[in-house]
């Protein structure tokens, strides 16, 4: 629960963000973001929501934890693993239109 | 095993920089000239990294690294737990993240009470927790869980459109103020804190100073990548070292001074700070967060009667007595100093709340072994 999970904005839809986890499209809420958003740009997603626009000349080094990650995941229980799936799954919830 | 050894074993990034951090590391540590040196993290994330990396195989034998209460779920007190689960007994639906299920109440878990046919629900976000509401007639309530990182989440939903049949029961905790309790512990002897870079991406480095001035304890805010961890470790003990206490900010990737203003201004018009129990810890003044007045109508502590007197006629399981999770979380103990862990208490049949969380210390001890 502590752990976010950077995603690039596809498409933004009022206060609904469409973004790209590796591949996994989800919503995203962006109530809590700190700067404005737009496609391109890459946010940390907290349990369905951006918490922080990720500086541009960050996104190599905060993405490069969960690439490593994701392809070490080949280990059943990889409790970090569990909750950067779980981070990503907590933004599908999202999806209709509220 | 040798530091060269341990970082060609643990594939770091840039196996380079981390046998530089990794010697400064033990240099900083012996320059002090005593031991043990004993520095305190407040995340269960940064507990999983230094777990799953191995990383304790590269830090220098005079330096303990201890996990405080960084795991939300754990400090999550037993009248909390049992007020979910006597909601759920009355047949209000219980929406709550997945690792509260299994975590003790006064007699039994949320997973019980759903056993004995109470509507529980496991949700990864509290949007979950909404659909769940719009798709019912009967109460949903959300068992609001997590620091403050999570509670802004909380908050941004209470003020926005919430369906009448909706509300929440208020277990956020808030991170700043169990530093100082930690930090008065006489026996955890704590010298310095390694803070955590996505809960302070919402407060901002700015929150630590005041702390450091009371306490005279350095804080150093601390990403989750392995290196980040080493380089956050090596500035902390150099700050032990210089009796210089200071915030430094060695993640500022992700966290500035203030943090994210828009999430605090949500995060304080919600809700208010009050002091309670944080389980196994001590009272924390300030340490929990309740729903202000103005949402008493999103507020499920107002909005039901809540009876624990019927929770209390059940005795609690016999091994409870026995758990020690409260040590583990004010960093007195280890798992290992657990006479229950790995045996009587494991991840499919845990005891304490330590061994539920994925971000508890002995259930991320269990994980990737305690050598590590």
């Known amino acids: ?98 | 095993m040798s530091v060269d050894a341990a970082v060609r074993q643990l594939r770091f990034r840039d196996p380079a920089a981390a046998r530089a951090l990794a010697a400064a590391l033990g240099r900083v540590t012996r320059d002090i000239g005593r031991e043990p040196v004993s520095v305190m993290h407040v995340c269960g994330s940064h507990e999983q990294a230094i777990a799953r990396f191995g990383l304790r195989a590269v830090f220098p034998k005079g330096l303990n690294v201890i996990m405080g209460p960084g795991c939300p779920v754990c400090i999550t007190d037993v009248p909390e737990v049992d007020e979910a689960i006597a909601l759920a007994r009355q047949g209000v639906h219980i929406a709550t993240y997945g690792d509260m299920l299994r975590v003790p109440g006064s007699s039994r878990s949320l997973a019980d009470a759903h056993a004995e046919g109470g509507h529980i629900h496991v949700v990864y976000s509290i949007g979950q927790a909404l659909d769940l509401a719009r798709s019912t007639t009967g109460e949903v309530v959300f068992f609001a869980t997590g620091f403050e990182t999570t509670a802004v989440t909380t908050a941004a939903v209470v003020l926005g459109a919430v369906p009448p049949n909706f509300s929440v029961l208020s277990a956020h905790k808030y991170i700043p103020p169990v530093m100082e309790i930690v930090a008065e512990m006489p026996d955890t002897r704590v010298e310095g804190f390694l803070a955590a870079g996505h809960a302070a991406a919402i407060t901002g480095w700015g929150i630590f100073e005041a702390f450091v001035n009371n306490h005279h304890s350095p804080v150093v805010v601390a990403g989750f990548e392995p290196l980040d961890i080493l380089a956050g470790l090596v500035r902390l003990v150099e700050l032990v070292r210089d009796k210089q206490p200071s915030v430094v900010n060695m993640f500022p990737r992700c966290v500035s001074r203030d943090g994210n203003l828009r999430a605090q201004e949500q995060l304080w018009r919600v809700f208010r700070p009050i002091g309670g129990r944080w389980r196994g810890i001590a009272h924390v003044p300030n340490g929990n967060l309740r729903l202000r007045d103005e949402w008493a109508h999103v507020d499920a502590r107002r909005r039901f009667t809540i009876d624990l007197t019927s929770l209390w006629d059940d005795a609690p399981p016999t091994l409870a007595h026995q758990c020690i999770c409260g040590d583990i979380m004010a960093g007195i103990k280890s798992p290992s100093d657990c006479t229950l862990f790995g045996s009587s208490c494991v991840p499919d049949m845990p005891v304490g709340a330590c061994m539920v969380s994925t971000e508890g210390t002995c259930r991320i001890w269990h994980q990737y072994g305690s050598a590590s």
């Open chain 1, 1 to 98: 629960m502590c752990l976010g999970v950077p995603g690039r904005i596809v498409e933004v839809n009022g206060l609904v963000a469409t973004v790209d986890f590796w591949g996994i499209r989800r919503q995203v809420r962006l109530e809590l973001v700190d700067q404005p958003v737009a496609p391109g740009d890459y946010i940390l997603n907290h349990v369905g929501y951006a918490i922080r626009r990720i500086p541009d000349a960050d996104i190599e080094g905060t993405l490069a934890l969960y690439e490593q990650l994701l392809r070490e995941a080949e280990s059943d229980g990889d409790l970090m693993v569990a909750d950067v799936r779980g981070e990503i799954a907590a933004a599908e919830a999202s999806r209709d239109e509220r």
